[in-house]
């Protein structure tokens, strides 16, 4: 654990070096007067190696490891947010703008069209080239960063959270083991990004609804592949990160590149293939609608009806294309269309994944009384290990969610949660890492249904 804390550290620093091309930093890194005299002849990063090994070894002394991880999941999981939200936001903006640019009022020649706007209490007056200004204004905003920080963020958080902790976090059903199950994971969001970038290199890219067809059961079919080889919630998360992949790909491998080359046309008058626009236009849009599916399954973890279901990939895919179609929606409307249709399909689609997701009314059988002393019983053999003040798990030092066991009332105030993830969606204990038994789960059902009584 201690080398993935490490290594988690040393992306970071080194990501926030390149990508900021954080002159300060490196500056402060390799003054001399910062080290002891014997630290003198090693290069920069050298120090921050051993700086980070130093660090390491207080944190691995102390036996610190889960607590220093908490603090870069809450960290790093802060950022990635922020950084998603800035990143999420221009998409929606620019968007919008093209979808609602004016296009025919008052146009001159040079201009695809225009838009005023009024917000935070100023007027703003925005106008869109049909390809170059005539000539490039020095100052140029592009907006990269968003896009790659979220990615690495995003990346982060999967070694702290999932990368990590394999054996508990990752390993489904089929007990791939951890190394494996690190691989099929990071395996599928390359996968994902070759895919998809292949797709859009077919003439595919001229039909959206084939396009959308073909992504779309590449998507189903990847959460059921994952669902069937990682645990519910790794392969949730991992389709999310596939997207999100996609997303950040599109930006690096395609949108940025293409507008260097614009730039480059631009500046040395040559004529600007027009192609290249286009395509990091459409690029560009599919993020946008990558958007509602992506943060969807950033939040499912709290909704184990979704990722806890039999047919969890299903549930996804329902809820990928219900969240796909209401930014569709959004989309015509800004371009000042109407498509009454979607909102209701998209009503519908919601209302019966929250039907089919509902747990099954048969297993109503109470069956023989079952004591609480029972039930206390398995709680402090198969829970309270974690879900306690003072767990004795390795991981989790501190109850997760604050969610303890230690006391009657505290059993019985959870019930309805510990229904769901004991009995329903099977997805607690988290990795089955104290073996609970079949007997067991029905035990707490039954006790649940007979009442939850404390006697
Ligand atoms: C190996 C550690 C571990 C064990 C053992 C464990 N849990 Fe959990 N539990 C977690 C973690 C981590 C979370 C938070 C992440 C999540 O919700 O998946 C959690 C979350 C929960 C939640 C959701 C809390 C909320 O905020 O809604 C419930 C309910 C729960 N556990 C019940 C149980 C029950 C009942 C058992 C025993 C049968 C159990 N857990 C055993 C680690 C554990």
Redesign the pocket.
């Known amino acids: 654990m201690v080398w993935m804390i490490l290594l988690a550290a040393l992306i970071l620093v080194i990501s926030v070096v390149i990508l900021l091309q954080a002159k300060q930093l490196v500056k402060l890194l390799t003054r001399s007067s910062n080290y002891p005299p014997w630290m003198e002849g090693l290069p920069y990063y050298g120090r921050v190696v051993l700086l980070l090994a130093a660090a390491s070894m207080v944190i691995y002394l102390n036996g610190w490891e889960a607590h220093i991880l908490n603090w870069l999941n809450l960290l790093v999981r802060w950022t990635h947010v922020i950084i998603g939200i800035a990143w999420i936001g221009a998409s929606f903006y620019f968007v919008f703008l093209e979808n609602s640019l004016n296009r025919t009022e008052n146009i001159r020649e040079e201009l695809a069209g225009n838009l005023w706007a009024i917000h935070g209490g100023g007027f703003y007056y925005v106008e869109k080239y049909k390809v170059a200004p005539a000539e490039i204004p020095k100052k140029l905003h592009w907006f990269k960063y968003e896009a790659y920080f979220t990615w690495i963020t995003g990346i982060l958080l999967m070694i702290i959270v999932y990368y990590s902790q394999a054996n508990?976090t990752m390993v489904g059903q089929l007990q791939l083991g951890t190394a494996l199950s690190i691989f099929i994971g990071v395996g599928s969001l390359l996968a994902g990004w070759l895919v998809y970038d292949g797709i859009c290199r077919t003439w595919l890219i001229d039909r959206p609804i084939w396009f959308f067809l073909v992504m779309f059961g590449f998507i189903v079919l990847m959460a059921w592949l994952l669902s069937y080889l990682l645990s519910a919630?790794a392969a949730y998360m991992h389709v999310g990160a596939m997207l999100g992949t996609m997303m950040a790909g599109n930006v690096f491998r395609v949108i940025i590149p293409s507008q260097k080359a614009m730039v480059k046309a631009a500046e040395s008058q040559e004529p600007l293939d027009p192609y290249l626009g286009q395509h990091a236009g459409l690029r560009s849009l599919h993020n946008n609608y990558f958007t509602l599916p992506v943060v969807f399954i950033m939040i499912s973890?709290h909704f184990p009806s979704t990722f806890g279901h039999p047919y969890n990939w299903a549930v996804l895919g329902g809820l990928f294309l219900v969240s796909a179609g209401i930014r569709h929606y959004l989309n015509l409307i800004e371009k000042g269309q109407q498509a009454f249709w979607i909102l209701p399909f998209a009503t519908l689609g919601v209302i019966v994944l929250a039907f089919i997701t509902a747990p099954p009314a048969s297993d109503q059988d109470l069956g023989e009384e079952v004591s609480f002393q029972e039930i206390r019983t398995i709680?402090t053999n198969?829970?309270n290990?974690?879900?306690a003040a003072n767990p004795t798990?390795e991981l989790?030092v501190a109850a997760?969610?604050g969610?303890m066991?230690d006391t009657p009332d505290q059993i019985v105030a959870?019930k309805d949660?510990?229904m769901m993830?004991?009995v329903v969606t099977e997805?607690?204990?988290?990795?089955n890492?104290?073996n609970?038994t079949p007997e067991e789960r029905d035990m707490i059902r039954r006790w649940i249904l007979q009442g939850a009584t404390v006697n």
């Open positions: 508990v919630k973890g709680f198969r829970c290990t974690c879900h798990d989790w997760p969610n969610v066991f959870m949660q510990i993830r004991v997805t607690m204990p988290m990795g890492t104290t609970i």
